[in-house]
C-alpha cells in the first residue's frame, strides 16, 4: 500500500492522490518528488558523483563483485519475492543486474537526488523510480524485498530508515543490506563519500534486530583485498582536501581482473557457507518478524 506523509494514512491506489487529505506529491516528468527541499541537495552525498560512477562502475571490479553478491543473496534468501525495492538506487546499476537476473520482479528505485533517477530509468525502462527520504518511506507492507547498498553510512538516523524498511516491507520480507566496515579502516575516502560511520558487525546487528528483523545471514567481503585495501587507505589519510574521490575509479585494467578474480573466489566460498568475521564491507541478510515472534 502506499502511504500519504501528510496525513500517515495507507491506502490503495494507480495514482498517489491521497483519499483522505486529497495530498499528492508534485512531478518531474513521470517522477514523484516526495522531499522535494532535499531533491538538489542533501548532506549526505554529492550529486557530481553520479556522472563518473554512470560512467566506470559497470567494469569496476568493486561494482561488479558486488551486484554479484546481491544478486546471489536474492536468489539464495528471496526464493517467495516478486517485488523489490532499492532504497538510494543512485545510477540504477544495482537494479539493472537484478533487473537481468529475474526480470519478472516489479523493481522500484529510491533516489534522494533527482539527478541520479535519470541515470536509472535508462538502464531500467520498465522499472518505477521515486525521489524520496529513506528517513520517510512513502509505502506500508507494500514489497517482498527491500534492499539498501552502501547508503544508510551515509545517514546520522540509520535506524529511522530501517525502520522504516520494516514498515514498507509485507509481514515476512526480506531486507538486504551492504554496508562499509571496520572504523579502523577510516580515511579521506570515507570523509569525501560523506560517510557517517564504518559498521561493526555487532552494532549493525543490533540496530537491524532493534528495527524488528531476524538476521539469517552475515559475512564480510572484500576479504582478500583487506591489506592492499588497508595500506591505500593509511596513504589517504594525509592528503585532506587533496584526495581526489574519482581517481578510486580509474583501474589498471590488468590489476582490476586480477581483483575480481580474487573477490569471485571469495563469493565461491561465501555461497558454501563460509561468514568472514572481517572485510572491507559487510553483507547482512534479515526478515521482518512477525508480530508474536
Known amino acids: 500500500m502506499k502511504r500519504c506523509l501528510h496525513c500517515s494514512q ?24 516526495f522531499a522535494s527541499l532535499l ?65 519478472a520482479f516489479r ?3 529510491s533516489e534522494i537526488f533527482a539527478e541520479g533517477l535519470s541515470f536509472a530509468a535508462e538502464r531500467i525502462p520498465g522499472g518505477e523510480f521515486l525521489q524520496m527520504d529513506a528517513r520517510e518511506i512513502p509505502f506500508w507492507e507494500e514489497f517482498d524485498a527491500v534492499g539498501a547498498f552502501d547508503v544508510i553510512e551515509h545517514i546520522e538516523e540509520d535506524e529511522s530508515v530501517l525502520k522504516q524498511i520494516h514498515d ?24 569525501h563519500a560523506l560517510h557517517v560511520r ?5 552494532e549493525l546487528h543490533a540496530k537491524v534486530v532493534r528495527a524488528g528483523f531476524r538476521v539469517v545471514r552475515s559475512t564480510s567481503f572484500i576479504v582478500s583485498l ?37 573477490l569471485y573466489l571469495e563469493r565461491v566460498l561465501i555461497q558454501g557457507g563460509i561468514s568472514f568475521p572481517i572485510g572491507g564491507s559487510r553483507l547482512v541478510v534479515a526478515i521482518k ?3 508474536t515472534d
Open 10 to 33: 495507507s491506502f490503495e491506489s494507480h495514482n498517489w492522490v491521497c483519499p483522505y487529505c486529497s495530498l499528492q506529491p508534485e512531478k518531474r516528468g513521470s517522477v514523484p518528488i
Open 39 to 103: 531533491a538538489d541537495s542533501s548532506s549526505g552525498f554529492k550529486a557530481s558523483y553520479f556522472a563518473p560512477l554512470a560512467a566506470r562502475e559497470a567494469g569496476h571490479f568493486w561494482f561488479r563483485a558486488r551486484n554479484a553478491l546481491i544478486v546471489w543473496a536474492l536468489e539464495k534468501y528471496g526464493t517467495n519475492v516478486a517485488s523489490f525495492m532499492e532504497i538510494g538506487c543512485g545510477t540504477g546499476f544495482v537494479l539493472q543486474g537484478i533487473a537481468r537476473r529475474f526480470p
Open 107 to 109: 523493481l522500484v528505485g
Open 168 to 191: 514498507a516491507l509485507k509481514p515476512g520480507g526480506l531486507l538486504l543490506l551492504t554496508v562499509p566496515q571496520h572504523r579502523w579502516l577510516w580515511s579521506a575516502v570515507d570523509d
Open 198 to 202: 564504518r559498521y561493526e558487525a555487532r
Open 226 to 262: 583487506l591489506p592492499p585495501m588497508f595500506a591505500y587507505r593509511l596513504m589517504q589519510r594525509g592528503e585532506g582536501n587533496t584526495f581526489n574521490p574519482h581517481e578510486g575509479l580509474k583501474m589498471n585494467p590488468i590489476l582490476n581482473k586480477i581483483f575480481e578474480q580474487c
Open 289 to 291: 518478524k512477525a508480530t
